[in-house]
């Protein structure tokens, strides 16, 4: 009954903003967060922050105790913040919700002496994707040679304690990371110097082991968020509750279930909701809403009390049967009176929005969550790479067979980022000749693609070079003739670029080339040889003309190149072939190209 008076009125709310902590891996997000969290747990009176599930939420008056003078909690009317604990590294990714990024703001986390690594540049990618505003952590100032430590101190108070050398020390290192940010299009400062958060990135310096700046990142976030995204809070508390799915697992007790964060409306025990699976949308009804128990009640046997309902934002493990397809990263909706069809049309589109456009000829790619698969498929379509297929799961048999089809050498691969192989795959991949890539960075993924990609063209070129009839100019030296014919025993001088053994031979007479017999050998100083450079002077035996007739000596005469031999040199192998070979060809191809301008193209 209760619900039903929650859905006929709205309940106009603020929510709490949600924050992602992203970063290289080791520059410290968890002890980050342990240290917001920590600070909280000691600032807090009586248990005021709460441990939620995939995230931690601090309320306003903790930030406050937290930030001491900085923050005036009159200033504030949303309710605090809530970060999210990002399971695993590259876990962000999932953070998605409708229309883009399920965190509001964000903290990226560059250790200082570590400056900008792959992470950092993976992290602002999306973070630029999904036009998510935020502010750099920059992380580990304790660890600046001759620092002092002031425990929990904000920044500008702990600088001041520092010596002049400690303190041009890390003002160096805070503007390297200025100049990194610039480099990839942000303006950027110290947050103290920064007026408009929107237009510029505030660099916050911290540590998150000493506590040091902890008061300045809150401070800077609580005061972003009220200034620039208060009107984006407001929510129907009571309406049917809308989240994101961060992870699918198991849970004793209660089966596959999922951890999810609801940013919008409220869910409840027992309602209806409608969950982004691999199959498509799950109808499925809640069973149990569940938190991790306080603290003070961790010796009980189990790990979770149930709820009633929660409402945004929030994180909440939420067991229900048929959850087994659902997917990280994918919609959550609360049906409750709304129109069942439209919901699932909802979330059929929501889930068509991450789709991977994929071709019929390209690479597999798998991943471990929608969002980094968006994240992955985002980067290989920048760099042209087309794909086959792209799904969320391990690498199974059946991607290989997948992978196999592709007619490209370079597109029989699959790309897994942050997925088990199962053994079966893998063993298939190596049987029938598919490469697997398998990293937790996507940079790194592609990147190893990549060489790969380039080692096939390579290997391929110096196939085709091999098979391909490289151009050389040379002329027939006067009192040199060893024999006049069958085969004619000259001397020769190369003129441009390298003579080899087994060619034809042609002579320019007028406008038209004229065949005039085979190389079959070269000799310098008696001695056999394959084939000789320009300036080189040696004896050719050529079959077919007779001295005198078909050529003269101080004849100039070319090696005969078949004209698809000739395009695809000037086409695809212009780089590969030396300067001189270079400048027989461009010879060649004008010769012909006087007679028949498109002679080659
Ligand atoms: N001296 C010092 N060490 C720090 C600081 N922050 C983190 N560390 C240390 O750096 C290491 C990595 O920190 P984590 O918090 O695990 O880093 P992370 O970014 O969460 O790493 P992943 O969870 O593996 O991605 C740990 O040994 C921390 O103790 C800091 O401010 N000062």
Known sequence: ??????????????????????????????????????????????????????????????????????????????????????????????LRSRGGALADIAILVVDVNDGFQPQTLEAI?????????????????????????????????????????????????????????????????????????????????????????????????MGLSQRYMKEEMEIDASGPGVGTVL???????????????????????????????????????????????????????????????????????????????????????VLRDRDRAEVIAEVEE?????????????????????GSLEAISSTLEEEEIPIMRAEVGAVAPRDVRVAETANEPTHRAILAFSVDVLEDARHLAEQEDVTLFEDDVIYQLVEGYDD??????????????????????????????????DPAVVGIEVLSGELRRNVNVVKWDGSEPTRVGRLKSLQDAGEDVDSARTGEQLAASIDGPTVGRQIEEGDDLWVEIPEKHAKILEQEL????????????SMYLENHRNRDPFWGK
């Not at 929501?350 to 690479?363: A, D, M, N, P, R």
């Open 1 to 94: 009954m209760s619900d039903q008076d929650a859905t006929t009125e709205t309940e106009h709310t603020l929510r709490t903003p949600i924050v992602a902590v992203l970063g290289h891996v080791d520059h410290g997000k968890t002890s980050l967060l342990d240290r917001i969290r920590g600070s909280a747990v000691t600032a807090g009176e009586s248990g005021a922050i709460t441990q939620h599930i995939g995230a931690t939420a601090v309320p306003l008056d903790v930030i406050s105790d937290i930030a001491g003078e900085l923050v005036d909690p009159t200033d504030f009317d949303l309710p605090g913040l809530l970060f999210i604990d990002t399971p695993g590294h590259h876990s962000f990714s999932t």
């Open 125 to 221: 990618d999306i973070l630029k994707r999904t036009q998510t505003p935020f502010i750099v952590a920059a992380n580990k100032i304790d660890t600046v040679p001759g620092w002092n430590p002031n425990e929990n101190q904000p920044v500008q108070q702990t600088m001041d304690a520092q010596s002049e050398r400690v303190t041009s020390d890390l003002n160096e290192k805070l503007y390297e990371l200025i100049g990194e940010l610039s480099d990839n299009g942000f303006s950027a400062d110290m947050y103290w110097r920064v007026q408009n958060f929107q237009a510029n990135i505030g660099v916050v310096p911290v540590s998150a082991e000493t506590g040091e700046g902890i008061p300045d990142l809150l401070t800077v976030m």
């Open 247 to 333: 992870e699918v697992k198991d849970t004793q007790g209660f089966g596959t279930t999922l951890d999810a964060i609801i940013y919008d409306g409220t869910i409840h025990k027992d309602d209806t909701i409608v969950v982004g699976g691999l199959q498509g949308p799950i109808v499925t009804d809640v069973r149990a809403l569940l938190r991790p128990r306080p603290l003070e009640e961790i010796r009980t046997e189990q790990q979770f009390e149930q709820v009633d309902a929660v409402a945004a934002a929030d994180g909440v493990k939420i067991a229900a049967p048929d959850l087994d397809d659902a997917i990280a990263g994918a919609p959550i909706r």
């Open 350 to 370: 929501e889930l068509s929005e991450i789709e991977v456009t994929t071709q019929e000829e390209g690479v597999v790619v798998k991943a471990d969550t929608l």
């Open 452 to 485: 790969h990609v380039t080692e096939i063209q390579e290997s391929q070129q110096e196939q085709i070079l091999e098979n391909i009839t490289r151009p050389a100019k040379f002329r027939v030296l006067p009192d040199h003739t060893f024999r006049q014919n």
């Open 574 to 585: 212009k780089e590969e072939i030396s300067v001189d070979e270079r400048e027989a060809l």
